[in-house]
């Protein structure tokens, strides 16, 4: 029986509940992936490459942040400590993954500007399959538990212990846990600074610039070379932020956690449309919030065939995505 019929045999009250409760844990998980989301489309909305790697980036800066816990010992750490060492996190693990990011484009991506668009691609996935490995040698096989430094309590009623938020809810209240917090009061200022980036600033409009027309951005004086470096290492920076929270709200990572996430996350874009930032994040809430509703009325097993069916749907009414323009192609 599914969880949803748990929840309706309870009553009307525990089935609105239940509906509420897999709408935050939806929203939430679908901002995280959202994260993820945009270093893909900042990635193709500049050069058009779907850097396959960024997946995998991610999975790499989640094994960093948990060596860093272990390092610093914060399992052990006061609740004071715990705060300010997470920050730490948040700004460590973000530069190292911007740092190995900005490294690929230069050393593989950087000399295949002017090649067949195969060829950047092919090598992304090359990539792709090199941070896998490497990961598998840094975490092994198996998966790594990670530490619970944020509790798993409701903010506005503590109930004592409560079940992680994978678990459905068909009590009387609505949890909102302290991980939800976390992920809020990161990847939701985290998401606004990037749009008055992109808006705002000269590097902003130059990337805007550059994404238009790399030739003509070129031709005005733009560095075009220095704005795809600065795409690449806000990307790479992104993912950081976005392993970092998923290493302390899922409490496990895994080597291949890259494949699945990156997945999810590539998914997003397109459904956005790809190139698109406002795009990315709708897709990204949405991907969320049909993986958690289908988890709980449909089935766990069932769920990336809903998403994935999903997506075939709209991209037939909607091929350039959700949020997407159409473009002629250019001869």
Same mark, same amino acid.
């Given at each position: ?7 309706? #045999? ?23 992936? #959202? ?21 995998? =980036? ?5 094994? =960093?942040?948990? %060596? ?50 195969? %060829? ?14 490497? *990961? ?47 992920? &809020?009061?990161?990847? &939701? ?16 409009? %130059? ?27 806000? *990307?790479?920076? =992104? ?25 999810? #996350? ?14 990315? &994040? ?10 958690? =509703? ?38």
């Amino acid at each position: 029986m599914t969880p949803f019929l748990l929840a309706a #045999a309870a009553g009307p009250s525990q089935w609105l509940n239940f509906f509420l409760q897999q709408c935050v844990h939806g929203l939430t998980f679908g901002a995280l992936i #959202a994260l993820i989301a945009l270093g893909y489309t900042m990635v193709y909305g500049i050069i058009g490459l779907i850097n396959f790697a960024h997946g995998d =980036l991610f999975m790499l800066g989640s094994f =960093l942040a948990l %060596a860093l816990i272990g390092w610093l010992d914060l399992e052990h750490a006061g609740s004071v400590k715990v705060v300010g060492e997470i920050a730490l996190l948040l700004v460590l693990v973000p530069i190292f993954c911007a740092a190995l990011n900005f490294t690929v484009d230069r050393v593989v991506y950087k000399p295949l500007r002017k090649a067949h668009k195969l %060829a950047p691609l092919v090598s992304a996935i090359g990539v792709s399959f090199i941070f896998v490995n490497v *990961g598998q040698i840094w975490g092994g096989s198996a998966d790594r538990n990670v530490p619970t430094l944020v509790s798993e309590k409701n903010v506005f009623a503590d109930r004592g212990n409560s079940p992680p938020p994978s678990t459905a809810d068909t009590g009387d209240s609505l949890k909102f846990t302290y991980k939800d917090l976390l992920l &809020v009061v990161t990847v &939701v200022p985290t998401m606004i600074g990037l749009t008055l980036l992109v808006n705002r600033t000269k590097l902003g409009r %130059a990337m805007r610039a550059t994404a238009q027309d790399p030739v003509a951005a070129r031709l005005m004086g733009i560095p075009v070379e220095r704005v795809i470096g600065a795409t690449f290492l806000i *990307g790479g920076a =992104l993912g950081g932020v976005a392993s970092v929270v998923y290493s302390l709200y899922i409490n496990t990572v895994n080597f291949q956690m890259g494949y699945q996430n990156g997945l999810y #996350a590539f998914t997003a874009a397109v459904l956005g449309g790809i190139g698109n930032i406002p795009g990315a &994040v709708l897709g990204g809430l949405v991907i969320g919030l049909v993986r958690s =509703l289908g988890s709980g009325y449909v089935s766990e097993h069932w769920v990336d065939a809903v998403i994935f069916g999903m997506l075939i749907v709209i991209l037939v009414f909607r091929p350039t995505g959700l949020l997407g323009e159409r473009t002629r192609e250019k001869v």
